[in-house]
């Protein structure tokens, strides 16, 4: 497509303004990290990295990012299982209520989280009788990572012939069988994406994990918990620094695997280039 000058001057100064618009806050607090003041001023007068060695050294921080990191492989598995097998039940059968089904999966994403976290805190404490702990925080967790390796599978389960499995069985191969040799090496691009991705959202989730942690912290939480605190406000800019940066490697990782065209179905089908 041809485009003038102007149009595409246009073009990038609407990406920049669009890409300053989502990360100058982020650039802001990665220059308070090294602050060498405790109180926030900008600009600021000098640098160090005196902080970064406190909060890593400091036991609550990394008590609370090992809670993280638990929580979130947790709810990881627990997404990849069920929603691997609700995807599957979608792509590949016809039942009657099949879209309300795949709708009903998919609604926890869009609920508010603040509803999530109520209805979690009143089945645990008030139905079920259990103590507000990592599991619960897992659970909670869960509800809305599914949503996520959900779509990765059902979107590559419904780019993928379900011909190659027919064939398989047609040669006598048992579902087990099927499944590993000929349906898995095209769905593991999307496990992954779909399992980093899920990682992520509940590495920073704050709403839900704030009805369902009970004396847990996770690494969000500490941040708001500790934000309001003008002694601890330069480890919280630091903190805030490790979670942006370890919040964008999953995403990141799944951004390539997806976008990648020798693990695409198509190029799976097609074989390599002759």
Known sequence: MHLSRGTRWALRAGTALTLAFLYA???????????????????????????????????????????????????????????????????????????????????????????????????FTQVLGVDLTLFTIIVGHATFCIVVVYNNVVARLRRTSASFEEASADLGAHTWQTFWFVTFPQLRSALVAGAL??????????????????????????????????????????????VILLSIIPVYVAQRITSDPVTSPGAVAAGPPP
């Open 25 to 123: 806050p982020l650039i802001v607090i990665a220059i308070y990290a090294f602050n060498d003041r405790r109180t926030a001023t900008w600009p600021p007068p000098g640098f160090t990295l005196d902080w970064f060695d406190k909060a890593f050294h400091n036991q609550g921080v990394r008590d609370a990012l090992w809670t993280s990191v638990q929580a979130g492989i947790g709810a990881t598995l627990i997404a990849l299982a069920l929603g691997t097998l609700a995807a599957f039940a979608v792509a590949r059968y016809r039942f009657f209520g099949r879209e309300a089904v795949s709708f009903l999966v998919i609604l926890p994403i869009a609920l508010p989280g603040i509803v999530t976290g109520m209805a979690m805190n009143s089945t």
């Open 197 to 242: 991705l899920a990682f992520a959202l509940s590495f920073d989730e704050v709403i839900v994990t704030t009805f369902t942690a009970g004396d847990r912290e996770t690494l969000p939480i500490w941040i708001l918990s500790n934000l309001s605190r003008p002694n601890q406000l330069p480890v919280v800019n630091v903190v805030g620094v490790v």
